[in-house]
């Protein structure tokens, strides 16, 4: 009885569910008809589809001749991190005494001007490092970047917004101070090709590509204006890993169209950086000895400007590269420290206890490339001075002391002078633009003040009419009630009036009766 008593409970639930679904498709809108257009009248044309993606062009022959120069990475265009092996063909970043938390860099020792070419990197390796001992450093642990950058730029590919285009690891394409999810990630055991078009006649002209084991992974994207009409370098940064760069002729991993790779690039189209190799097979490296707080710093970096190939050895150059590399010093917004013995909290062993200072100056005197040691409080030193010196011992290096001391030259003093100037300038422009704020906000003030005492007048306009109209209206209650009354008593009185009248009427009656009685 029980399962009976169930199973009609069950058949009672369901026929109401059928009704209750036929009621809701007899309660559902008829629906719209297609409109027509009126006789006479051509219908409206429809949304035209979306044109279909076409795809690269198969590259034709070229029979121009090729370049001499093998195409490779000199050590001036990479980063002091970065290991190369096998004579180049594999780079890999050092991944000890703080270099982990660092992105390395390197460049291409030839750009593109003109054509269509691709590169490629294939990751080989990825090396491990422990979440304990990487604490607050920026994520991913593991990063690479693949790209282009005009020559001159910074070697921390993305660290350039006006100068570098790249793709990284996670899906990113990031051009002109823009960061946007536009290809598919890649990692460990993945080649990765990166497509350079700027032949004018392609439908897609001025743009990069990325491609994943051979197949297209992004679309076409624009190169920003300040790229077009300069040559790019191939160029690469990467983190805790190493990456095979394929520089030369063919693929790792053709493409689905006939691509011709940068090793077999036209010489007309490729533009080659400057050897920075000495003719002697010297580096220099020059310690500048001056005073401190008399414009060091700003003497080098003229001499920068002007000699791009010395590398700067100093603790600014170190808290640069960590700020490019994603880290956050902890005394941001503090008093600095000086420029010579910042203050480098990071928050991070490595950093904070000096490891990585250490070991920037274990690996310059490895890697041959002219130096600049800017130790200012040191290079006063003659024992110091020595010491550093001694480092760069061997044949390999020609060292110099350079005197930053006395009258400077009318150079310098033209540019500081500019250079004051132009902070000045901006000083009074930002003060100006507080000032003109500042006069905004208070007219905005007294407009508003304006505005509400206005309202505030007519609000008490309003309110007194409003009082004088239900005085008003009293008033005539008052004496429409004060009429009513007097219309009653003049009432009363031609009542009383009658009343008399009456009653004189009667007595007379009465009277009359009594005589002829």
Not at 279 to 300: H, I, N, Q, R, S
Not at 428 to 443: N, T
Request: aromatic content about 6%; proline content about 7%.
């Amino acid at each position: 009885r029980r399962h009976a008593r169930r199973s009609s409970h069950r058949s009672a639930a369901m026929a109401q569910k059928r009704k209750a679904s036929a009621k809701a498709k007899a309660e559902e809108p008829a629906p719209k008809e297609a409109k027509t257009a009126p006789s006479g009248e051509e219908p409206a044309a429809a949304a035209a589809p979306a044109e279909p993606f076409v795809e690269e062009a198969d590259a034709p022959a070229d029979k121009r001749p090729g370049a001499k120069e093998a195409i490779c990475f000199h050590p001036s265009e990479t980063t002091l991190n970065v290991v190369p092996l096998l004579g180049g063909k594999l780079l890999r970043s050092l991944a000890d005494g703080g270099m982990q938390f660092l992105l390395a860099g390197a460049r291409a020792s030839a750009g593109v001007q003109a054509g269509r070419y691709m590169y490629e990197v294939k990751v080989i390796e990825a090396m491990p490092v422990g979440a304990q001992a990487w604490g607050k450093a920026p994520k991913p642990v593991q990063l690479v970047r693949v790209g282009f950058s005009a020559a001159g730029s910074s070697l921390i590919l993305g660290a350039d917004d006006e100068a570098h285009v790249l793709f990284d690891s996670e899906g990113f394409f990031q051009a002109a101070k823009t960061r946007t999810k536009a290809s598919k990630p890649f990692g460990k055991d993945t080649t990765v090709a990166v497509l350079l078009n700027l032949d004018s006649a392609s439908p897609h002209a001025n743009t990069v590509s990325l491609f994943r084991d051979g197949e297209r992974v992004s679309q076409p994207q624009a190169l920003p204006e300040s790229l077009k009409g300069k040559a790019l370098f191939p160029h690469v940064s990467f983190r805790n890993f190493t990456v095979q760069v394929n520089l030369g002729a063919a693929p790792l991993k053709p493409l689905p169209f006939a691509c011709r790779a940068l090793g077999s690039a036209a010489k007309d189209d490729l533009a080659f950086a400057p050897s920075v190799v000495p003719k002697d097979g010297k580096c220099e490296v020059m310690l500048p000895v001056a005073y401190p707080d008399e414009g060091t710093f700003k003497w080098l970096d003229g001499f920068l400007e002007s000699n791009p190939q010395y590398v700067e050895l100093s603790s600014r150059k170190i808290m640069d590269w960590a700020a490019k590399s994603g880290l956050s010093n902890t005394t941001k917004g503090k008093r600095p420290s000086g420029m010579d013995k910042p203050d480098m909290s990071f928050g991070l062993p490595a950093f904070d206890g000096g490891a990585l200072q250490q070991m920037v100056k274990a690996m310059a005197p490895t890697i041959p490339r002219n130096y600049i040691v800017m130790e200012v409080e040191a290079n006063l030193s003659a024992a110091k001075r020595q010491a550093t010196l001694a480092r760069f011992g061997g044949p390999r290096f020609k060292r110099t002391a350079c005197v930053v001391m006395g009258e400077p030259p009318a150079e310098f003093k033209a540019a500081q002078q500019a250079e004051l100037l132009k902070d000045k300038q901006h000083k009074a422009d930002i003060q100006w633009r507080v000032a003109k704020a500042e006069k905004a906000k208070q007219r905005a003030a007294k407009e508003q003040a304006k505005k509400f005492a206005e309202a505030k007048r007519k609000e008490e306009d309003a309110r007194k009419a409003k009082l004088a109209e239900i005085a008003a209206k009293k008033a005539a209650e008052a004496k429409k009630a004060e009429g009513k009354e007097e219309a009653k008593a003049e009432e009363k009185k031609e009542e009383e009036a009658k009343m008399e009248v009456d009653g004189e009427a009667k007595g007379g009656a009465a009277a009359s009766e009594a005589k002829s009685g």
